[in-house]
């Protein structure tokens, strides 16, 4: 059971635009939500997070956005440079237990220059 | 951010073989690590939690017997994949998490059973 979802498996944006990665979750218990950036043969990398007291969190070019209603969020890249190429995975903490990690299937961006 | 260290990052065996993946949390100490699995195009696919001084916690289907977790100390863990087979073939990470709730991954081990 996949309790959290990136449904698009790949993205494209032009160098400069915003890129824009969702992710749905289902359970109402996760608090905590990461975002990591992962290059190939590379582990992933921390990007941002946010808690679910908050709906959106800023770090530079990143921002997360936190719509609990809808168990939606959704990591904003701009301006989108070709080094962001990567993929990108969400992950979702709960709330009951500080040590587990769900995550997303990735989302593969490719910027274009 | 914290600062975890994994080697090797590549290793081939022969199939019957043994291979040891360290895992070192190098500016934090680290009760639990977590060992992922990724196939290629795929998830991160947890296999373990690792628990200092105490025996692993195995996802299901993630024969115990199959990969050893040792977490020796609070700054090294362990994977071992005993008697490898190239279905074993895969890429592994490890992970651990300093005070916080954010985890932080090891480089990787590309991992080729011949």
């Known amino acids: 059971d996949q309790q959290v979802k990136q449904n698009s498996p790949s993205l494209s944006v032009q160098e400069g635009r915003i890129s824009i990665l969702n992710c749905d979750y289902t359970?109402?218990?996760?608090?905590?939500f990461l975002w990591y950036k992962k290059y190939p043969a590379e582990g992933p990398t921390f990007l941002i997070s946010i808690s679910s007291i908050k709906d959106k969190n800023e770090d530079g070019r990143f921002t997360v956005f936190l719509n609990k209603s809808a168990k939606h969020l959704s990591l904003h890249i701009v301006p989108s440079q070709p080094g962001d190429s990567a993929v990108y995975f969400c992950?979702?903490?709960?709330?009951?237990?500080?040590?587990?990690?769900?995550f997303g299937t990735g989302t593969s961006l490719t910027v274009i220059p | 951010g914290a600062v975890v260290s994994q080697h090797p990052s590549r290793v081939i065996c022969k199939s019957g073989t043994s291979v040891k993946i360290e895992c070192r949390s190098l500016d934090f100490q680290a009760t639990t690590m977590f060992w992922y699995r990724q196939f290629p195009k795929q998830s991160l696919m947890l296999m373990a939690t690792?628990?200092?001084?105490?025996?692993?916690?195995?996802e299901q289907g993630v024969e115990k017997d199959k990969f050893l977790i040792n977490h020796a100390s609070l700054t090294l863990s362990t994977l071992t994949v005993t008697s490898a087979h190239p279905e074993d073939s895969s890429f592994y990470i490890c992970?651990?998490?300093?005070?916080?709730?954010?985890?932080?991954f090891g480089s990787g081990t590309q991992l080729s059973v011949l």
């Open positions: 690792s628990n200092e001084g105490s025996k692993a916690t195995y």
């Open positions: 359970n109402s218990m996760f608090d905590y």
């Open positions: 992950a979702a903490s709960p709330s009951n237990t500080g040590n587990q990690f769900y």
């Open positions: 992970s651990a998490k300093p005070s916080g709730r954010k985890l932080f």
